[in-house]
């Protein structure tokens, strides 16, 4: 596999976390203590398991799940495997998962799980005793009314479902809605697969909308990153007859400005055991760097964090960036980007597709009764317009970015409701 080293900056993504927080509570009129606690992870486990390689060799693995708040209730959020995992970057996405939740009403608190591996290189039945062991491991506190994960990047439907069969097989019965994203034929949802890319088209084409642009064959799309979140995006964006003119993943990135036939490139991830994009022709290669400054209307990174940066944001041609990534967009280079005019739909909004169709998925694994791919798909058409509303009337009343109002809409969410339960004892 020819990897294209993508040179990640060193940016801490909790610090931006932080940085976000601090820029978006100082709005609030809360008690400094409660605004306090809101910064502040609730609970960290670190693990240190054995396993089995398949050479026979034990090798040690480290993972960690965090849960951040679990104010509005049980917490949710997704496992990462990935080299560069850190407790800093789980605690990022665990505070950005008690956002995101509460942004579109759901009644769960923010976590994040990590495993520090690399997917690509473990075979099958590693992933599987890997994922088996993890799972046991922070089985201390996951379960339907505590904590639900489900996939994020390196992982998927068949890491969901071994991490089902684990926990049900500690408690000796079959508990479905301690994850989600599983496959269907364990309890899954329809439409929860392609869920959050499809959200975060149901984000763009609404803010292209009441822009006025509502002719989808005008406007050029670039994906950064074709994973779980971005192949669904731009697979969304064709049906509705979006040009998607470039993607990109750890191999590269391929350009077409005719437009790619996303169809055509899914057949050929899909003949490809890690999905990648290497070997697709119908393209002209190009860098990330020149990915990300290419000449479109809208950029949607779904990679990952600190993509857009102080060092390359004024490169950015874009009029306009959906976040299905988490914290693709450091503070620095938001500042940039405002000032340039370039309107942000921020990841906890434009990415809150996947949160929510998790949410249907665990209140039909609860009642076992399960709703039509139709019924899915209006109820979240349904969840995100009404929350990028919200983010638009506040930043409105507040005067701000739709990040900033983004997150002004939530922490005021979360206090409010601190407030109300009180401080035990
Ligand atoms: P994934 O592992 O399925 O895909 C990640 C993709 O990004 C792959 O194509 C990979 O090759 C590519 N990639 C990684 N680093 C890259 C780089 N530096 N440059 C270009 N491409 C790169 O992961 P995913 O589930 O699609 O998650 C992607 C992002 O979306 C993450 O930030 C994740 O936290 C966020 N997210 C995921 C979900 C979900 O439901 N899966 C929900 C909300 C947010």
Redesign the pocket.
Known sequence: MAVQA?A?EHINPYKVALQQYDRAVAYLDLPAGIKAFLRYPKRELSVNFPVRMDNGDIQIFSGYRVHHNTVLGPSKG?I?YAPNVDLDEVRA?AMWMTWKCALVNLPYGGAKGGVICDPYKLSQNELERLTRRYAAEISIIISPHSDIP???????AQTMAWIMDTYSMTVGYSVPAVVT?KPLNIGGSEGRQE??GRGVIICMDEALRRRGQDDPSKIRLVI????????WAAKHAYDLGYKVIAI????GGYYNEKGLNIDDVMAHTAKNRH???EGYTEADPIS?EELLALECDVLAP????N?ITEHNAHNIKASMIVE?????TTPEADDILNEKGVLIIP?ILA??G??TVSYFEWVQGLQSFFWDVEEVNRQLRRVLIKAFDEVVNTAEQYHVDMRTAAQITAIKRVGDATRTRGIYP
Not at 224 to 231: C, E, I, R, Y
Not at 302 to 305: F, H, L
Not at 324 to 328: D, H, K, S, V, W
């Open positions: 993508q990640t997704g990462r996405l489900a996939p994020d990047m390196g992982t998927n994203g869920a959050t950064q990153g074709f994973g779980n979140v971005g192949s990109s993943d750890i191999t999905g990648l994009l990330n779904c990679a990952t964090e993509q299905g990534a988490n914290g693709p990841d990415n809150a996947g949160v």
